[in-house]
């Protein structure tokens, strides 16, 4: 029986079932011996030379030497859209192991919701210091701060005068004085500096009925004047414990006189240099 040859002569893959030439079907082995398998020559599977050890020395080692993932520090610059969203469904990633450099993100993320199934991943990523500029509202989140003052340290630079009311003669005549403790005298002359403060302790019990003002005019209101009010703050009852009279001089701040508001005669002057 004399068989078909030539160009016109085909045949049929055992392994895909495609039609072939027949002279481009080829014998398949396996472990050395055919297996009775014809198939195309570009589907061949070819026996593997670990199939000939200790019968043909095959030169083809099977191992790495020092076998380690890449490791790399590279920047990225992501711009919006990475992708059709119209077309991705799946995005296979590689098994990688990196360290992020400089990231720089630019463009508008996409508006329109989209599923994307990453597959085949599996890394480790180190981020550096990221600077990120926006523009528009933020409200961070689940911001806790803790603050630890220690011990303040406050200081003020008032002058205290201790108040104390005897019998005495000044300008006025005989009678109960204001004294300032260390200063000479009934009712002595105060010097009062422009935007300094002053304290006029009254706490002492002879202080008790005698409230001490301040005005523009000798003897306050018993000279026809007025009580003068800026910078002044009061506190207590005079000849009552914590009792006292304090001024804040005014930059350009007049003469000024201290007074009884109950009894004529009792005060000074105070000069505002």
Same mark, same amino acid.
């Not at 078909?4 to 079932?17: E, H, I, L, M, V």
């Not at 403790?181 to 009712?187: E, M, T, Y």
């Not at 009062?192 to 005005?215: A, W």
């Given at each position: 029986?004399?068989?078909?040859?030539?160009?016109?002569?085909?045949?049929?893959?055992?392994?895909?079932?495609?039609?072939?030439?027949?002279?481009?079907?080829?014998?398949?082995?396996?472990?050395?011996?055919?297996?009775?398998?014809?198939?195309?020559?570009?589907?061949?599977?070819?026996?593997?030379?670990?199939?000939?050890?200790?019968?043909?020395?095959?030169?083809?080692?099977?191992?790495?030497?020092?076998?380690?993932?890449?490791?790399?520090?590279?920047?990225?610059?992501?711009?919006?859209?990475?992708?059709?969203?119209?077309?991705?469904?799946?995005?296979?990633?590689?098994?990688?192991?990196?360290? !992020?450099?400089?990231?720089?993100?630019? $463009?508008?993320?996409? @508006? #329109?919701? +989209?599923?994307?199934?990453? =597959?085949?991943?599996? /890394?480790?990523?180190?981020?550096?210091?990221?600077?990120?500029?926006?523009?528009?509202?933020?409200?961070?989140?689940?911001?806790?701060?803790?603050?630890?003052?220690?011990?303040?340290?406050?200081?003020?630079?008032?002058?205290?005068?201790?108040?104390?009311?005897?019998?005495?003669?000044?300008?006025?005549?005989?009678?109960?004085?204001?004294?300032?403790?260390?200063?000479?005298?009934?009712?002595?002359?105060?010097?009062?500096?422009?935007?300094?403060?002053?304290?006029?302790?009254?706490?002492?019990?002879?202080?008790?009925?005698?409230?001490?003002?301040?005005?523009?005019? !000798?003897?306050?209101?018993?000279?026809? $004047?007025?009580?003068? @009010? #800026?910078? +002044?703050?009061?506190?207590? =009852?005079?000849?009552? /414990?914590?009792?006292?009279?304090?001024?804040?001089?005014?930059?350009?701040?007049?003469?000024?006189?201290?007074?009884?508001?109950?009894?004529?005669?009792?005060?000074?002057?105070?000069?505002?240099?």
């Amino acid at each position: 029986m004399t068989n078909a040859r030539g160009k016109y002569a085909f045949g049929f893959c055992d392994k895909t079932g495609f039609r072939y030439p027949l002279d481009q079907l080829v014998d398949e082995y396996e472990n050395g011996v055919k297996n009775g398998f014809r198939v195309g020559y570009d589907v061949v599977d070819p026996d593997q030379p670990q199939n000939f050890l200790g019968r043909v020395r095959v030169d083809d080692p099977q191992s790495l030497l020092n076998p380690r993932p890449d490791k790399f520090t590279e920047g990225a610059e992501v711009t919006f859209p990475t992708f059709d969203l119209d077309t991705i469904e799946t995005i296979p990633l590689p098994l990688m192991r990196a360290e !992020a450099g400089r990231v720089t993100i630019t $463009g508008a993320s996409p @508006t #329109t919701p +989209v599923d994307v199934t990453p =597959t085949g991943i599996a /890394a480790t990523v180190s981020l550096g210091s990221p600077s990120i500029s926006v523009t528009g509202n933020i409200t961070p989140t689940g911001v806790v701060a803790t603050i630890s003052l220690g011990s303040p340290s406050i200081s003020t630079n008032v002058t205290v005068y201790t108040v104390t009311v005897a019998s005495g003669t000044n300008s006025y005549g005989s009678g109960n004085k204001y004294y300032i403790a260390g200063l000479s005298g009934a009712s002595p002359t105060l010097t009062l500096n422009e935007g300094s403060t002053y304290r006029f302790d009254q706490s002492d019990s002879s202080n008790s009925g005698h409230p001490l003002r301040f005005s523009t005019t !000798a003897n306050g209101t018993h000279g026809g $004047g007025s009580q003068y @009010t #800026t910078g +002044v703050t009061t506190s207590g =009852t005079a000849g009552s /414990a914590g009792a006292y009279v304090q001024i804040t001089v005014a930059v350009g701040a007049p003469t000024l006189y201290y007074y009884c508001t109950n009894h004529s005669g009792m005060g000074g002057q105070a000069n505002t240099p």
